[in-house]
């Protein structure tokens, strides 16, 4: 069980840091458009960046919980994750 796991954590660093170049840029991309403001940086500023880190981590956190839905510390560790990112 120890392998899939760091597999899905390498896969994980890997989505969580091509959606977050995507959403960094995403704003200016689609031309300023309201919808993408929430989820995207608008500006420089330090809780841009963190929801741009915030966001990908939590879909992706999604994803995994299906598949370790068996792990009752999933939920625990993945949230001391996210805030320490």
């Known amino acids: 069980m120890e392998k899939p796991i760091k597999i899905w954590q390498l896969f994980n660093a890997a989505i969580v840091t091509l959606l977050g170049t995507l959403l960094h840029f995403l704003y200016g991309l689609t031309g300023d458009c309201a919808w993408v403001a929430p989820f995207s940086a608008v500006n420089e500023s330090t809780f841009e960046h963190m929801k741009i880190l ?29 805030l320490l990112g």
């Open 54 to 82: 915030f966001f990908p981590m939590l879909l992706f956190a999604i994803i995994e919980g299906f598949f370790f839905r068996d792990n009752k510390a999933f939920w625990c560790i993945k949230l001391k994750g996210t």
